[in-house]
């Protein structure tokens, strides 16, 4: 059973940055592609960012392209969104995403770290 936990989310204010952190546990870690969705306040899920599984292919949402890298430490088992010059509407809920090149779809999921951009 793969386990994934985020961390580093909190407060910040517009035009600052944050990095957040999702530990992968219980399987190999470089058989997943792996990405990153948001959930602001009265809103769905959104994609943010996706990482094949050696890092060589990165693709993000307009909204955050240029200002959001994600990446992944395939030894440390761990992925990461570097996030900058961050804005009040980057305010959500961060949720870390998992799945096998069997699927297209984003099954396994992480319990959610909530960011907040102040104005």
């Known amino acids: 059973q793969v386990q994934l936990v985020e961390s580093g989310g909190g407060l910040v204010q517009a035009g600052g940055s944050l990095r957040l952190s999702c530990a992968v546990s219980?399987?190999?870690?470089?058989?997943?592609?792996m990405a990153w969705f948001r959930q602001a306040p009265g809103k769905g899920r959104e994609f943010v960012a996706r990482?094949?599984?050696?890092?060589?292919?990165?693709d993000y949402a307009d909204s955050v392209k240029g200002r959001f890298t994600i990446s992944r430490d395939n030894a440390k088992n761990t992925v990461y969104l570097q996030m900058n010059r961050l804005k009040p509407e980057d305010t959500a809920v961060y949720y870390c995403?998992?799945?096998?090149?069997?699927?297209?779809?984003?099954?396994?999921w992480g319990q959610g770290t909530l960011v907040t951009v102040s104005s």
């Open positions: 219980g399987r190999t870690f470089s058989n997943y592609v």
């Open positions: 990482i094949t599984r050696s890092g060589g292919s990165t």
């Open positions: 995403a998992a799945r096998t090149t069997v699927t297209t779809t984003f099954g396994i």
